[in-house]
């Protein structure tokens, strides 16, 4: 079994992506397209992450879950069962439309999937902002009135960021990320989105992006109001806890070491500074997100300092 799962980034075309990744994570991108989104870890019929390197290499996430489920999610595992997180990193060259998703008790009528998710800002432009929330007080009638009138953003929560902050986002809670943040998102295995709002802004297309008022209005939790983020300090904390996933964040000094024991559970490893090397020889860089299979005792040295996030207690 390997001691842990490398697997290739999916790259995805997005109106308001750019070609971040590059620069802040070294990484070779497609043809000059705008790359918004690299899919990290993905368990889904329509899109699968593939096995970097070691004894499954070139077989995808859901084949080896089929066949090892057991060794890397735990023994009650089924093998039929999709793997229950999705990892990405965003490149925000642009806001993203205001939008939110299903909670669970709306989904189902919808035809979606609820989908709770948490934001890490691993590099920021000066004067980035997120929008999770709506401000104190606003209702579902001031709410649809400012939609008419194409002046939403009066409605909705808005916050300046650094690198280090992250923001837990439920299912229900009315979004947005501006431009110039990179960021990245551990959430809930969904891939439904309802846009609400697009600042009057085309697709790749030229034409208007499709919206989903009646969607969006329905799946809006509107007694949500101005959330706080979580502030980048750099100590050991839990830095999101849902019933879907919990995040911590764990800085290392200089050949420090990170260990986790066999037979616990299956974890995410997320490298967000420096490089850790393991003692088979493999090594973790920023941007390397990995699976920590549940039967496989690891251990991690950091090099010269590192952050990681470490996402459990997902199944």
């Not at 918004?36 to 084949?63: C, H, M, N, Y």
């Not at 929560?157 to 551990?186: C, K, M, T, W, Y």
Request: charged share 25%.
């Amino acid at each position: 079994m390997n001691t842990f799962l490398r697997l290739k980034p999916l790259y995805q075309d997005r109106v308001w992506g750019g070609r971040g990744l590059e620069t802040a994570l070294g990484r070779v991108l497609p043809e000059a397209r705008p790359i918004g989104e690299s899919w990290e870890i993905v368990d889904r019929p329509e899109a699968q992450s593939v096995v970097q390197d070691g004894e499954f290499a070139g077989q995808t996430l859901r084949q080896v879950i089929a066949t090892h489920a057991a060794e890397v999610m735990g023994p009650r595992w089924p093998a039929n069962k999709t793997f229950p997180i999705l990892v990405k990193w965003l490149d925000c060259k642009e806001r993203l439309s205001l939008q939110v998703h299903p909670p669970a008790a709306v989904a189902p009528s919808l035809k979606g999937e609820p989908k709770t998710e948490n934001w890490y800002i691993a590099a920021t432009a000066p004067g980035s902002h997120l929008i999770v929330g709506l401000k104190r007080g606003v209702t579902r009638a001031q709410f649809e009135k400012a939609l008419a009138d194409l002046t939403l953003e009066k409605c909705v929560h808005r916050f300046p960021v650094n690198v280090g902050d992250s923001i837990l986002v439920h299912s229900g809670q009315i979004h947005a990320i501006d431009g110039g943040n990179l960021i990245l998102e551990i959430q809930q295995n969904s891939d439904t989105t309802y846009r609400v709002y697009d600042w009057g802004r085309v697709g790749l297309d030229g034409k208007p992006r499709q919206m989903h008022v009646e969607e969006s209005l329905r799946s809006i939790k509107w007694d949500d109001f101005e959330p706080a983020p979580v502030r980048g300090v750099r100590v050991p904390a839990v830095i999101a806890d849902a019933k879907e996933f919990r995040i911590r964040r764990v800085p290392l000094a200089a050949r420090e070491t990170l260990s986790f024991a066999a037979g616990e559970q299956a974890r995410i490893l997320s490298v967000v500074e420096g490089r850790l090397v393991a003692p088979s020889g493999g090594v973790l860089v920023r941007g390397d997100n990995v699976i920590l299979p549940y039967s496989v005792k690891n251990s991690f040295v950091a090099e010269i300092g590192a952050l990681v996030l470490i996402t459990e207690n997902f199944g």
